[in-house]
């Protein structure tokens, strides 16, 4: 069981690594718990690490990797949402408005999707997920299992479910589903580079690919990751 204060540092860790890649310094940690000093987070942080939630990356700046989150089954907004009105109702600490049980979407699950090597283009249905319906808003959408690690550093982990909303077009910096040559499927984060397109990984071992516009073809952009843990 975590105190409030150390559920609150291990989801905003996490939320900043999912929007940046990166974990958030000790002084934006202090001042998004509102601490008076930065020993009060070396504290949290030495007992989230002991209770296996965290862990210290050695010999890299600002490196800390969230290893699970309290739920069982997690779901996590990948992008960050718009606060909900008092009148929407009271929201959690991860600013998450909490919903009904019965609040869900059906989705179809199209199988699998690399964050590693490129895999085999976007499958047939294989499956249904219920989603709640308060991480999806608009459009259309559906459910990409991850395989691989190179998305790790942005929070995306393998066996993760990536909820997707069906888009062909992106912003520099989003999280997408793209379809390579028409042949490969990957998640990687899309870059306008020029008249290029990058495809980072978030994951030092995997190298940025680079494209020219007619390649790479947009399949739906990242909105949220359920996470089950066994």
């Known amino acids: 069981m975590l105190t409030r204060k150390q559920h609150e540092l ?4 996490h939320q900043r690594i999912q929007e940046t890649g990166v974990s958030p310094s000790f002084d934006e940690m202090k001042e998004a718990l509102d601490l008076a000093s930065k020993s009060g987070i070396h ?19 600002r490196a800390l990797e969230v290893l699970k989150l309290p739920q069982t089954t997690t779901v996590t907004p990948f992008a960050p949402r718009p606060a909900a ?17 019965n609040d869900t979407r059906e989705l179809p699950i199209l199988g ?27 459009g259309e959408h559906y459910v990409l299992e ?38 490969e499927a990957t998640l990687k ?8 397109i990058a495809l980072e990984a978030a994951n030092p071992a995997y190298e940025t690919r680079i494209f020219g516009p007619d390649q790479v073809e947009v399949q739906g952009k990242l909105v949220a990751l359920i996470r089950r843990y066994q």
Do not use: C, W
């Open 85 to 101: 009105p008092p009148s929407q109702g009271a929201q959690n600490g991860n600013g998450v408005t909490p919903m009904a049980a």
């Open 43 to 61: 504290r949290l942080i030495t007992a989230l690490e002991e209770r296996g939630f965290v862990r210290r990356l050695a010999h890299r700046a």
């Open 112 to 138: 699998k999707i690399a964050a590693g090597t490129p895999i085999a283009a976007i499958q047939m249905e294989r499956g249904r997920m219920q989603v709640p319906e308060a991480i999806l808003g608009g």
């Open 146 to 183: 991850v395989e691989g690690d190179s998305m790790i550093q942005a929070g995306i982990f393998n066996g993760d479910y990536a909820i997707i909303r069906k888009a062909n077009t992106a912003n520099s910096g989003e999280t997408v589903v793209a379809l390579v040559m028409g042949e």
């Open 189 to 196: 984060r899309l870059r306008k580079r020029g008249a290029s």
């Open 10 to 13: 291990l989801m905003f860790i």
